[in-house]
């Protein structure tokens, strides 16, 4: 709070270059507002905005084709047999055997809410349990628990 003699069109310019945000108050308390078209806070760029907004567009409608892409894929070279489930030791010697001869596999996964699902995946290395390798889904790299793979088959190539 501030009390001064000095005329409102001085003291404001200069309180303001010092950092301050001052109110004029008049003496029953309520604010005077000198200009109502002055806002204390800018308006948004309507430009900035709808780019950004376009951009999150793009990256939502690319990341929803990766998705859609890679479960065709998981769809098209499913084996016509049901897969086998297969122990631990058992994916650990599959997803070793695909990393050496850089094969794409078919992964089955259960999550931490106990879902399934089939993961395409191109296996990278295999380290302290886990699998490192590059998802088709998510067209990125990621991790995955070995004890969680249900399933290993290699890729078989897609049915016309």
Same mark, same amino acid.
């Given at each position: 709070m501030l009390? /001064?003699?000095?005329?409102? @069109?001085v003291l404001l310019p200069?309180?303001?270059e010092l950092g301050a945000a001052p109110v004029v108050e008049a003496p029953d308390g309520t604010v005077r507002v000198a200009r109502r078209d002055l806002l204390r806070a800018r308006r948004p760029r309507s430009a900035r905005t709808?780019?950004?907004?376009?951009?999150r567009a793009q990256a939502t409608v690319s990341s929803v084709v990766t998705a859609i892409r890679s479960g065709d894929l998981a769809t098209a070279s499913r084996p016509a047999s049901p897969a086998i489930a297969t122990t631990? /030791? &058992? $994916?650990?010697?599959? %997803? +070793?055997? $695909? %990393? *050496?001869?850089?094969?794409?596999?078919? %992964?089955?996964?259960? @999550?931490?809410?106990? $879902? &399934? &699902? @089939? +993961?395409?995946v191109d296996p990278l290395r295999l380290e302290g349990g886990q699998l490192m390798a590059h998802d088709h889904r /998510? @067209?990125? *790299?990621?991790?995955?628990?070995?004890?969680? %793979?249900t399933t290993v088959a290699p890729l078989s190539p897609p049915q016309p």
């Open positions: 009390i /001064s003699t000095v005329p409102v @069109d200069r309180l303001r709808r780019g950004a907004a376009s951009a631990p /030791s &058992s $994916a650990l010697a599959a %997803i +070793r055997e $695909a %990393i *050496e001869l850089g094969e794409t596999v078919v %992964i089955g996964y259960v @999550d931490n809410h106990g $879902a &399934s &699902s @089939d +993961r395409v /998510s @067209d990125d *790299e990621r991790l995955f628990a070995v004890h969680r %793979i």
